[in-house]
């Protein structure tokens, strides 16, 4: 019998839910169920929000070198459970055992280190002019998380908040929920005061409703769907809280004229196929010219055929099955109307299964070519391994076909000449560009465009996303003298006469 999980993380202890339902946590490699858990209820997210306000005073008075010490302890607490992670991970997302390990868990510990120490050397106060400007914990942040890179997107928003002085609740995805009770036990070793992290299951319709309208929750950070973060901004707006989106991509990788070929193609693929496409930095887009496209559209279909799909608990495996009945639908049917609709013409793949792969959710990797820009292929996230390649004519065209859709998140620009890559990245409208293969940066900000979100995550931004600025204006020259309303309008006119006044 699989687990039977009946708590959620509240104020420090597991806390028996009054939900009636069982939400089932499948494995998407084997469709069996993995464990059950409780289906949250508006109770869970009232009494989570609760344990978070009572503790988000002291918890924000504590001083930062105490709050970083103790989310040390909490990185700390996670590198211990690092293999466990890797396990969970594997299991309920179906993420390949070695990509579980090195990438989903390896950067999340990074990911963490470095929001902790971002916190520790950040300025919270400075002196402009007379006035003091003073930043200071938002309040208590309900950060809801995806399923796709389940650990990594719960980082980067826990740490820093946690480090701003926030108190949180976490709602972890109903499809992947296990790797969170992991993660509130390591904020358990690591003796995080009562309240201050609460973890409660349930679905976005009831859970994550009933915290983002919560009149005791101050800052709501998502990442999600374009229509989950509509959702959540019209939901938000009646308290007027705090809101920031990490959204859905198109994302393109432009390969220019005087560019390699071969290696931005292969690396294209490469970023394309990690985690089975789930991810929403995907390059789904691949540009080529259009002399180029029959040579580029063979580099792809051979890099492609170099990765192996099946048991993501087999360490040679490179793509494992999507993660639910839902997406394998979703994307399969994508697949189909492509082929159906004649927006791109068909190279590789399809919507059948992959050979001997009868059982779970697996997809087949594909590539369209010649797909039209304007077709569901060419601007809709399919959020699966679909490869779109789109020929174009020249560089300004290019363009037009890269900021051409509703999102603006990731985008990738390859070029012979360093600087005319950097100068076409500079027209993309997109937050995140990689230049010639540039690497992540976790210090760098993170977000998107248009409809692919609102707000920053990682680095400074990130920290600053659960900050609100205060600024005290003091006494000038020291004396103390307290400045009625009347005369401070004066002072504002009379700057002279101020300094006399201020002694």
Not at 66 to 82: D, H, I, N, P
Not at 350 to 359: A, M, Q
Not at 452 to 468: D, H, K, Q, V, Y
Request: with cysteine; glycine share 10%; proline share 6%.
């Amino acid at each position: 019998m699989p687990p039977r999980y009946t708590d959620q993380w509240i104020g420090g202890a597991w806390v028996a839910s009054d939900a009636d339902g069982r939400l089932v946590v499948t494995d998407p490699a084997t469709e069996r169920a993995l464990a059950t858990v409780p289906a949250g209820t508006t109770r869970d997210a009232d009494l989570a929000a609760r344990a978070a306000a009572a503790a988000f005073p002291r918890w924000a008075a504590t001083p930062l070198r105490e709050r970083t010490a103790l989310l040390r302890r909490v990185v700390e607490a996670m590198e211990v459970r690092a293999d466990r992670f890797a396990e969970t991970i594997t299991a309920e997302v179906g993420a390949p055992a070695r990509m579980a390990r090195q990438t989903h868990v390896g950067l999340s510990l990074g990911m963490a280190a470095h929001c902790v120490e971002t916190a520790a050397s950040y300025t919270f106060e400075e002196r402009v002019g007379h006035s003091l400007v003073v930043r200071e914990a938002a309040g208590v942040a309900a950060c809801i998380t995806p399923w796709n890179t389940p650990l990594l997107l719960t980082v980067q928003k826990i740490l820093p908040a946690l480090a701003a002085g926030c108190t949180v609740v976490h709602k972890p995805s109903e499809i992947t929920p296990l790797h969170a009770r992991l993660l509130a036990e390591a904020m358990a070793e690591a003796d995080l005061p009562p309240g201050v992290f609460n973890m409660v299951v349930g679905t976005g319709a009831v859970v994550g409703t009933a915290l983002v309208t919560h009149p005791l929750i101050d800052v709501v950070s998502l990442t999600g769907s374009t229509r989950a973060g509509r959702e959540v901004s019209a939901l938000g707006a009646d308290t007027v809280k705090r809101v920031h989106l990490e959204l859905g991509g198109k994302n393109a990788s432009l390969v220019l004229d005087d560019a390699d070929l071969a290696a931005s193609v292969a690396a294209t693929v490469d970023q394309m196929l990690f985690n089975t496409g789930q991810t929403c930095l995907q390059w789904s887009r691949l540009l080529v010219p259009r002399d180029r496209q029959d040579e580029a559209v063979q580099l792809a279909g051979d890099a492609m055929a170099g990765y192996v799909t099946g048991d993501p608990r087999d360490r040679a495996t490179d793509l494992g099955p999507l993660v639910s009945a839902a997406a394998y639908a979703r994307v399969t049917d994508h697949i189909r109307r492509g082929v159906e609709d004649g927006a791109g013409r068909l190279v590789r793949g399809g919507p059948d299964r992959p050979d001997g792969l009868d059982t779970g959710y697996y997809v087949r990797p594909t590539i369209f070519a010649d797909v039209d820009p304007l077709s569901t292929l060419g601007q809709e996230e399919i959020f699966g391994p679909v490869l779109s390649v789109i020929p174009y004519d020249d560089e300004d065209q290019a363009v037009r076909i890269v900021n051409g859709t509703r999102y603006g998140l990731h985008g990738a620009v390859w070029s012979g000449d360093g600087a005319r890559a950097e100068r076409v990245a500079r027209r993309f409208r997109s937050g995140l560009v990689d230049v010639n293969g540039g690497q992540f940066n976790p210090a760098a900000p993170f977000g998107g465009f248009k409809q692919s979100g609102i707000g920053r995550e990682c680095g400074t931004a990130g920290l600053e996303a659960f900050l609100e600025t205060k600024s005290m204006q003091l006494p000038q020259g020291g004396g103390g003298q307290v400045v009625g309303p009347r005369l401070r309008a004066t002072a504002a006119a009379r700057p002279a006469d101020t300094e006399r006044n201020d002694g």
